[in-house]
């Protein structure tokens, strides 16, 4: 019913940049927070940043000062901007998002498909 695509993953060497966008389509009627999250390999599913509906935001410490979520909801977008980029930041990066497909339905979450950041020289 909803379906949320990345893209702008890639590999990048450190100190560079990366612009992650991610756009919703299918039966939506409403969204409310959206994010990016992240997995590198080994380790847990993790909040990047996060944006709500009337655009507080909330970042992950590791990432403040570097890295600027946004959304356009006229587009049903969220982007990531992502500076200074470090190793630690390599994972594979999933836009989510909550949605309502009909009026008096919840919230639910859907998730990208996820894309591939890789920093190194």
């Known amino acids: 019913q909803v379906q949320l695509v990345e893209s702008g993953g890639g590999l990048v060497q450190p100190g560079g940049s990366l612009r992650l966008s991610c756009s919703a389509s299918g039966r939506i009627f409403r969204i409310g927070a959206m994010g990016w999250y992240r997995q590198a390999p080994g380790k847990q599913r993790e909040l990047v940043a996060l944006?709500?509906?009337?655009?507080?935001?909330d970042y992950r410490d590791s990432v403040k000062g570097r890295f600027t979520i946004s959304r356009d909801n006229a587009k049903n977008t969220v982007n990531l901007q992502m500076n200074s980029l470090e190793p630690d930041d390599t994972a594979v990066y999933y836009c989510?998002?909550?949605?309502?497909?009909?009026?008096?339905?919840?919230?639910?979450?859907?998730w990208g498909q996820g894309t591939q950041v890789t920093v190194s020289s």
């Open positions: 944006i709500s509906s009337n655009d507080d935001i």
């Open positions: 989510n998002a909550g949605v309502k497909t009909t009026t008096l339905g919840p919230f639910r979450d859907y």
